[in-house]
């Protein structure tokens, strides 16, 4: 099973793609990136340049699965928003291609990769790294964040499923 998991953002969007093939013990991160927009943009331009990339990611790697992080509630208003906004741009690639779409929430997400619901962002980056091989050199936040997200769409979709 590949799985597309995505840490959705306006300004970041963190992307990964991980494999688990049967018999495999850990999952692979076969990509991973944080993709940027630009602040100068339109808005709108902005949620075009994050639906091309995550069509191109789509269109490469062939997920299955779209695992995608629910939105919290923040007291900036405007930037929930824009990252719902984001978010429906995503989902919107997803389902074109016929991905499944499996959502978490950050409790979900922590307890899936550290086994405890209100563990901190270090506990869960640390853990990350712990249960995917990956260049720990090179993924910033938003990467890990999807790789975590990704993990928790499989955790959850192997026991669903039972692949």
């Given amino acids: 099973m590949i ?23 850990r999952e692979q991160v076969i990509f991973s990136e944080c993709f940027k927009t630009s602040a100068k943009l339109e808005f709108a331009e902005r949620l075009k340049l994050l639906g091309e ?38 989902i919107y690639e997803a389902v074109k291609a016929g991905l499944k779409i499996f959502e978490a929430s950050p409790p979900q997400i922590k307890i899936a990769t550290t086994g405890y619901g209100k563990a901190d962002k ?9 249960l995917v091989d990956i260049d720990n050199s090179k993924k910033s936040d938003d990467e890990l964040d999807a790789i975590a997200i990704a993990i928790t769409g499989h955790a959850h979709l192997s026991t669903v499923y039972k692949k």
């Fill in 3 to 25: 799985i597309l998991g995505i840490d959705p953002g306006f300004e970041r969007l963190g992307v990964a793609v991980l494999e688990k093939n049967t018999g495999d013990k």
């Fill in 53 to 90: 990339e995550v069509q191109k990611v789509i269109k490469k790697y062939k997920p299955d699965v779209l695992a995608i992080e629910t939105l919290f509630l923040t007291t900036n208003q405007k930037t929930v928003m824009h990252v719902a906004e984001a978010r429906g741009v995503v």
């Fill in 122 to 130: 270090e506990q869960v980056m640390r853990m990350v790294k712990m």
